[in-house]
């Protein structure tokens, strides 16, 4: 049971370049999130899913884009890659009101 | 709109002492859940205790209490008899208890927690 599985865990890109950021989860649950990480700004929520074909968008969604085609998988996509999105990225998973599995984060920097 | 605040960016404690961080929350809801997430440099989030709001008791987890006051909308935890394993990140984070809501979390800023030998 490997739980929730980010890819990659570091990365670097050049202002302007696009990547998606993968997220899978093995425990069947509804609901999956993507938040960033900030010094001093705790965890702030991007998008949110609350089942395969829904999205919805969080807090700080400029600049991202998501998909969930599966229950499965909710990768996230950086359009055009920008300094400001330099930050550490975390995926997380739920099933009702329990609590949030988070993957280990990915560390991307932008350059 | 929900907000938490952590007041606490840095804080320090002897090893087998007892330390408290403090967390409130802002809400109009009666429904909600709290969570206080422990961060260590390896990065990965753990879960440290969990508080239904509709539940007057103190939730306790071995070393781990909190002192949630609902009515001051205050969610503080401590931790007795600290280990320098406890030295991490600590999040204070907030979740409405209603449909569709799941996982969705607002979090603090964060208290860093150096436990000293």
């Known amino acids: 049971n490997a739980g929730v599985t980010q890819t990659p865990k570091f990365q670097v890109l050049k202002t302007g370049q696009s990547m998606t950021l993968q997220c899978a989860q093995d425990m069947n649950h509804e609901y999956m999130s993507w938040y960033r990480q900030d010094p001093g700004m705790g965890l702030r929520l991007i998008h949110y899913?609350?089942?395969?074909?829904?999205?919805d968008q969080g807090e700080v969604p400029n600049g991202y884009n998501v998909s969930r085609s599966t229950t499965e998988d909710f990768p996230l996509r950086l359009l055009s890659a920008a300094p400001s999105q330099t930050s550490v990225y975390f995926c997380?998973?739920?099933?009702?009101?329990?609590?949030?599995?988070f993957g280990q984060g990915t560390r991307l920097t932008v350059v | 709109a929900q907000t938490v605040t952590q007041s606490q960016p840095e804080m320090s404690v002897q090893e087998a002492e007892t330390v408290t961080l403090s967390c409130t929350y802002d809400t109009s809801e009666n429904n909600y859940y709290l969570f206080w997430y422990k961060q260590p440099p390896s990065r990965q989030m753990i879960l440290v205790i969990r508080?239904?709001?509709?539940?007057?008791q103190n939730a306790t987890e071995n070393r781990f209490s909190v002192n949630f006051q609902k009515a001051a909308k205050s969610f503080s935890l401590k931790i007795s008899d600290s280990q320098l394993g406890d030295t991490a990140m600590y999040f204070c984070?907030?979740?409405?208890?209603?449909?569709?809501?799941?996982?969705?979390?607002?979090f603090g800023q964060g208290t860093e927690l150096s436990v000293k030998p």
């Open positions: 508080q239904e709001a509709y539940k007057q």
């Open positions: 984070a907030f979740m409405l208890s209603i449909y569709n809501q799941g996982g969705k979390l607002i």
């Open positions: 997380a998973s739920a099933y009702g009101d329990t609590e949030a599995f």
């Open positions: 899913s609350v089942g395969a074909g829904i999205t």
